[in-house]
């Protein structure tokens, strides 16, 4: 089974500090996703990195950064945290390679999820 | 307008009976559909994939893709309590990313 884990399950912080969150994948997954969900708006997509030092941009990248040093690992960063980043980040991994033909590789695996609180 | 849209809910069953849940969007281009099923404080997990239009079954679950109308759904048959969950739809076009509903949270009662 594709297990993909999160540092903390819930984190509370003050504004302007710095946050990282950690996420670990251990199936050798190619694609690994930064989401975050607010009630009402869905899963939004924040960051996405398909390879090592490899990252894009999703829909709401404004206020975070990523790193992603090693294959398993994708760490979102909250360079001075807010309070609207108040949220539950999950974090994903999918094997990638496109959907074609390929049954489940673009299948997104998420973690248990970081409920973060920004006072 | 969003581009995915889903109900909410709540939406409350008892035990046994057919679960419904659908969600319409407006990208024309979006050729892969899917649902997720997430637990209160869990992350999601994939229920159901389906390609371009048609069913897909799999159990007691039970996909529909109509892209002429733009709309997807999910049926769950003899529904259970550990049904209860909130169900997120998402859609695709050719690459990775995913949009997805806002999620309907269905509670079947024993």
């Known amino acids: 089974d594709v297990k993909v884990t999160q540092s903390s399950r819930y984190l509370v912080k003050r504004t302007g500090e710095k946050v990282f969150l950690e996420c670990v994948q251990d199936?050798?997954?190619?694609?690994m996703f930064w989401y975050r969900q607010d009630p009402g708006l869905g899963l939004r997509l924040i960051y996405f990195?398909?390879?090592?030092?490899?990252?894009e941009k999703g829909d709401i990248p404004e206020g975070y950064s990523v790193s992603r040093e090693k294959k398993e690992r994708f760490s979102l960063i909250l360079e001075s945290a807010s309070t609207n980043q108040t949220s539950m980040y999950l974090c994903?991994?999918?094997?990638?390679?496109?959907?074609?033909?390929?049954?489940?590789?673009?299948?997104?695996?998420f973690g248990p999820g970081t409920r973060l609180t920004v006072l | 307008q969003k581009e995915v849209e889903q109900d909410p809910g709540p939406l409350s069953v008892p035990e046994g009976a057919i679960v419904s849940l659908n969600c319409t969007y407006s990208?024309?281009?979006?050729?892969?559909f899917m649902w997720y099923r997430q637990y209160s404080r869990k992350g999601p997990e994939l229920l159901m994939y389906?390609?371009?239009?048609g069913n897909k079954e799999d159990g007691r679950f039970t996909a529909q893709v109509d892209k002429s109308s733009k709309y997807i759904s999910l049926f769950i048959r003899d529904s259970q309590p550990s049904d209860s969950a909130t169900y997120l739809c998402?859609?695709?076009?050719?690459?990775?990313?995913?949009?997805f509903g806002a999620g309907t949270t269905v509670t079947v009662r024993a």
């Open positions: 994903a991994s999918s094997r990638g390679q496109g959907w074609v033909g390929s049954g489940d590789s673009n299948t997104q695996y």
């Open positions: 199936m050798d997954h190619e694609n």
């Open positions: 990195s398909y390879d090592v030092k490899m990252k």
């Open positions: 990208n024309s281009a979006f050729q892969y």
């Open positions: 389906t390609y371009s239009s």
């Open positions: 998402a859609m695709s076009e050719e690459d990775y990313k995913l949009s």
